[in-house]
């Protein structure tokens, strides 16, 4: 969820690609987007990119220089200027790699802290969890049974979990900030991985930032939804009480959407930073469209329509009142 609103957005800001949690509730959860990590990842390739092309422009002019010189001696010559001009370009390339490496840690420290857990001084509780050292036996046992209920919770409604993202878990504001965390409770890491600060260690928050997860693992060939559709979803599947009824409720609805919700992830930050009820509103919309569409079975439908280039628009159907924007 992207929750906490303020401290949330400038979170998500600083650090494109993580998802904070949820608004509402104390701030919880999820955060966003995918679409930001989207974003970080292509900007990797084209750094490297770009370091390898201007390889191959010396190589191009190298090699022009070593045709034209024509006798042996000229061609040692021509093959050590050669060697020369690779070892600069090989040095240049690993001077770039690593000051685009370094960058990558200093500007989005979420990002280099779920790539190396150990390397910001986490250590594995179990398979895929990391936390920090010197945690009690009791609170190694309860972030074990939070991580636990919450996967179970994702994989009862998902019907199984395509992916074993990782969990960085921390059970202090220090450690969390040391990892790249801010204000939100937990955040989905470029919806790969999931991070959760000392006020987010329960299955409901952690659920929430798991389905994000398990969702965008499952949406194939590009395809995506409404950010109000992924934020509402996490909450039904965390089954959140602070904004939505309990399952047995002929409505879960708690705040029936009164006008258009957030698309974006720009728009989704904006509306929740102005109205907390925001993430109450789209979970009452998508727990409506999964009641009058079959439930469970309807999102995987939906999933696999969206795989195969159907439009979101075209495959989810909201009442008038409620039509998202976009
Ligand atoms: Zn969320």
Sequence with gaps: MI???????????????????AQGVPPTGPIAPSRD??????????????????????????????????????ATRGRSKFRKIWTRSLAGLAALLIAGAAGVVLAYPSVAATTCPGCYGLTELQPGVYTEQGLSGEQR???????????????????????????????????????????????????RSVMLSPRGLDPVIASHELSHVELHQRLSGGADVPQWFDEGLAVVVSNDPRYLAPESA?????????????????????A????????????????????????????HTLIKSLGNGGA?????????QDQPTG
């Design 3 to 21: 929750s906490a609103p303020a401290p949330h957005r400038a979170t998500t800001d600083r650090r494109a690609g993580a998802r904070p949690a």
């Design 37 to 74: 990590g989207a974003h970080l990842s292509a900007e990797e390739p084209t750094g490297t990119k770009t370091a390898y092309d201007a390889i191959g422009a010396r190589e191009s002019h190298s090699n022009d220089g070593h045709t034209t010189e024509g006798c042996g001696m000229q």
């Design 141 to 191: 046992a309860w972030v074990s049974q939070v991580v636990e209920t919450a996967r179970q919770r994702v994989s009862g409604f998902y019907g199984g979990r395509s992916g074993s993202p990782k969990l960085l878990v921390c059970l202090t504001e220090e450690c969390y900030q040391h990892i790249g965390g801010g204000k939100e409770r937990g955040i989905a890491v470029l919806n």
């Design 250 to 270: 002929p409505d879960r609805c708690l705040t029936d959407p009164t006008g258009p919700l957030p698309v974006t992830l720009g728009e989704w930050l904006h």
């Design 272 to 299: 929740a930073g102005q109205d907390p009820g925001t993430y109450a509103k789209s979970a009452c919309q998508v727990s409506r469209w999964l009641r009058q569409n079959g439930g469970r079975a309807a999102l």
């Design 312 to 320: 979101f628009t075209a495959l989810v159907k909201v009442a008038p």
